[in-house]
């Protein structure tokens, strides 16, 4: 009883001294590792533990022999504790133990990754290393509320800091957006009056740790249409459906660009667009910084990629059934874009750029068929392939057990498995888990 006691607080201490350090978990990146060792603290009549940080420019070696540490090598271990002294980097803290009146370190532990950590055990013949998993379990959190500006804002607002962090806000954010890839472009769909439910996976380890796991399910109203998506793996690849089992996955994305990487605007304004309507303008315009990746819409074949006129660098691809699709302004074109070159939907094709008629950097695309521009955003891309028959029991139960962690009107209360609410249920971390 005594021993589990120390062990808790000892744990405490531990976490304690990791955020006193560092400010963040070890595994993330950190813009300025806070270096300097901690003071020691007693974590038991006989132990002392220590956390000390990896600096930047600085060997795991020297780290050790700071700790008196000089007769472990890392570079003679296992290559499956994936411990790469060189690939180590800086920002990683360590935790030294010693059992008094040893001075010396008995026991060294690093978190290398969110799901295990590294411990080596001194012994008298020289020190051996083992690699514990760390468990994370998953807890089903259900949100729901209006978009008024953006998706990441929208979220972001009703997502406290202390059940995901920023970070993971913009993670969810961007997930639940590459949900909707093929339905919805994110950068100019969005009305007042738009509303989202979503219940996605919040990961918490056996250290009270928290992160973002995945999306379960979701509900979009957009312009008063509803979008349902459920999660499901049929034949070992996820993806997700809507509640007839209907893939979303459509011939042609919504919007050729690479969304994660305008979301510097994205998560704080909506997106604007562009500059400069010309008389003729037969596409879509969509304003990023010079060099965001430009997707190919869907699959197909490179008809062109080079310099035309007011486009400036184009790639223009040609795809089934007499659509082709036209990508303008390009910085430049990806690595083996060629006339002739067989691309696949999401493929990089190009770069945003502002060559020809442009007045800023932005994307000029153009949806056609049969030679004839259409609203990219409008066209009808038609019904999703049905998921396979062999499956579709499966899918069904997946679908109604996610429909009542999406619905929570419908449940039954004492469901087990009913999704916490955390807006009402704020307090629910324990809050020595947090800086
Ligand atoms: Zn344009």
Redesign the pocket.
Same mark, same amino acid.
């Given at each position: 009883m005594r021993g589990l006691r120390l062990g808790a607080a000892c744990a405490v201490i531990s976490a304690a001294a990791v955020f006193a350090t560092t400010g963040w978990w070890p595994w993330r990146r950190m813009p300025t590792p806070v270096a300097a060792p901690v003071a020691a603290r007693p974590v038991a009549p006989a132990a002392i533990e220590i956390l000390d940080t990896l600096r930047r420019g600085e060997t795991v070696s020297e780290l050790f022999a700071r700790h008196g540490v000089v007769d472990l090598d890392l570079s003679g271990l296992d290559p499956a504790l994936s411990l790469d002294p060189r690939r180590l980097r800086s920002g990683l803290v360590f935790s030294f133990r010693a059992t008094a009146p040893d001075t010396l370190p008995a026991r060294i532990s690093v978190r290398t990754t969110p799901e295990q950590r590294v411990v080596f055990h001194r012994a008298p013949d020289g020190w051996s290393a083992v690699v514990e998993p760390i468990a994370w379990s998953a807890e089903p959190v259900r949100i729901e509320g209006a978009i008024d500006n953006s998706l990441y804002e929208a979220l972001d607002a009703q997502v406290p800091d202390d059940q995901l962090d920023g970070a993971d806000r913009q993670r969810l954010a961007w997930d639940l957006a590459d949900v909707y890839a093929w339905q919805v472009d994110f950068t100019r769909d969005i009305q007042p009056g738009d509303r989202f439910q979503v219940v996605f996976e919040r990961l918490v380890s056996e250290d009270g740790e928290v992160r973002f796991g995945r999306v379960l399910a979701s509900d979009l109203t957009m312009s008063g249409k509803s979008l349902t998506a459920f999660r499901f793996e049929g034949d070992g690849r996820p993806a997700f459906y809507d509640a007839e089992g209907n893939s979303l996955r459509r011939a042609f994305l919504r919007a050729p660009v690479q969304f994660r990487r305008i979301s510097s605007t994205f998560a704080r304004a909506r997106f604007h667009p562009v500059l400069g309507i010309t008389r003729r *303008?037969e596409?879509t315009?969509y304003a990023a910084s010079p060099g965001t990746p430009v997707m190919a819409a869907g699959d197909g074949v490179v008809l062109r990629a080079g310099r035309a006129g007011g486009y400036g660098n184009l790639v223009e691809l040609r795809h089934r059934n007499g659509i082709t699709t036209r990508y303008?302004h390009l910085r430049g074109f990806a690595r083996g874009i060629r006339a002739g070159a067989r691309v696949g939907q999401g493929q990089t094709i190009g770069y945003v750029g502002s060559t020809g008629l442009a007045s800023g950097p932005h994307l *000029?695309y153009e949806f056609r068929l049969n030679g004839v521009a259409k609203d990219a955003r409008r066209v009808d891309l038609g019904n999703g392939a049905p998921i396979r028959e062999g499956v579709r029991a499966d899918f069904r139960q997946e679908r109604d057990r996610l429909l009542e962690l999406l619905r929570p009107a419908r449940r039954n209360t004492t469901d087990e498995d009913a999704p916490r609410s955390i807006a009402q249920q704020p307090a629910e971390t324990p809050a020595r888990w947090l800086p």
């Open positions: *303008h596409g315009d303008g *000029h």
